[in-house]
């Protein structure tokens, strides 16, 4: 088996508006809360400890009572799929 090498988009130019701080915010909320439906589709339940044999998740709480940690974790992700988006082209304007 080959080994994987991640290749995401290159961002490292892309500086985001100012103006996006907010829908940052809002996509990783969305992005944490599509993650933890989908777990919760598939069975899964809060746990103080992730458990994946019991289906269990420690965050598997609204995104306002994740760690801060865990919340950068969900905006960097947004972020970067922000910058992708400028960097091959679009723009992102409210309608």
Not at 14 to 28: F, S
Not at 60 to 85: H, I
Request: zero cysteines; hydrophobic letters at 35%; a negative charge.
């Amino acid at each position: 088996m080959a080994t994987y090498k991640p290749e995401p988009i290159n961002t490292l130019q892309v500086v985001l508006p100012g103006n996006l701080a907010d829908l940052t915010e809002k996509l990783a909320k969305n992005a944490h809360d599509n993650w933890a439906a989908m777990r919760m589709k598939d069975g899964w339940t809060w746990g103080p400890e992730r458990d994946d044999k019991l289906k269990k998740h420690p965050d598997l709480v609204p995104y306002e009572e994740l760690s801060q940690s865990e919340k950068q974790y969900d905006r960097t992700a947004a972020m970067e799929t922000l910058k992708a988006m400028l960097a091959i082209g679009y723009r992102i304007e409210p309608i």
